[in-house]
């Protein structure tokens, strides 16, 4: 159980491009999903916590305008990066749990790679 | 604020030998819990072991051990004989418990495993 699909797994595009990345929770319903960034040979970086049906909170440094998300159900969260830009070229990964003392259940993440 | 920190950057371990991974953390919370998370170089994000701060046992998940000195604020991960597939980064994590929020990783540890 608990488990948490991402799509699309890669991605190369164009500078300029925007992009959506799915995240579901494929057997139980998530009020809260997270967002992460991933350099390579990095840690996960939070960038922004996505509420079901509110507006998603955002870390310090993290461009609203630029990473958009969207929680519209209890299993879908989207994160749409926008204008992508190389710099933008990054492991993104979503979480999320079912209960609140459970652990945080990840997909398998979205390599972005911009040209 | 929470911090988690991993001053391993790279550890090296023969097949069989065990080996600890090293994590400190530093929360004012009371209530909270500790995770460890393997990542293969697939990059899927893989939860081994948790600790809750009431926790009086130490966790244990078959190899895996959480080695948990709460005054001392450290939360080490022993893995009992190695495994070629053992060889992934490692990051440990904590969050509070109060809802919806996030994980926090610490920079990891990158295990390498040899025959």
């Given amino acids: 159980g608990a488990v948490v699909s991402q799509h699309p797994s890669w991605v190369i ?42 507006k998603a909170t955002y870390e310090q440094g993290v461009e609203k305008d630029k990473f958009l998300i969207n929680h519209a159900s209890l299993t879908l969260s989207t994160l749409t990066v926008t204008s992508a830009h190389p710099e933008d070229s990054s492991f993104y990964i979503c979480s999320a749990r079912d209960r609140e003392i459970q652990p945080q259940h990840f997909g398998d993440g979205t390599r972005l790679s911009i040209l | 604020a929470q911090k988690i920190t991993q001053t391993q950057p790279g ?7 065990a080996v600890t991974l090293d994590c400190t953390y530093d929360t004012s919370d009371q209530s909270y819990g500790l995770f460890w998370y393997k990542q293969p170089s697939s990059g899927e994000m893989i939860f081994l072991i948790y600790q809750g701060s009431y ?8 190899r895996y051990s959480l080695n948990f000195q709460k005054a001392r604020k450290s939360a080490n991960l022993v893995i ?4 070629l597939g053992d060889s992934a980064m490692y990051f440990c994590a904590m969050r ?15 295990l390498s495993v040899s025959s």
């Fill in chain 1, 13 to 54: 595009c164009k500078s300029g491009t925007s992009v959506k990345i799915e995240c579901r929770s494929l057997d139980f319903q998530a009020t809260t999903m997270f967002w992460y960034r991933q350099f390579p040979k990095q840690s996960l970086m939070l960038m922004a916590t996505s509420n079901e049906g509110s």
């Fill in chain 2, 55 to 62: 926790d009086e046992q130490n966790a244990t998940e078959g």
């Fill in chain 2, 96 to 110: 509070d418990n109060q809802a919806g929020t996030a994980l926090i990783f610490g920079k990891g540890t990158t």
């Fill in chain 2, 11 to 17: 550890m090296f371990v023969q097949e069989k030998e």
């Fill in chain 2, 80 to 83: 009992s004989a190695s495994q």
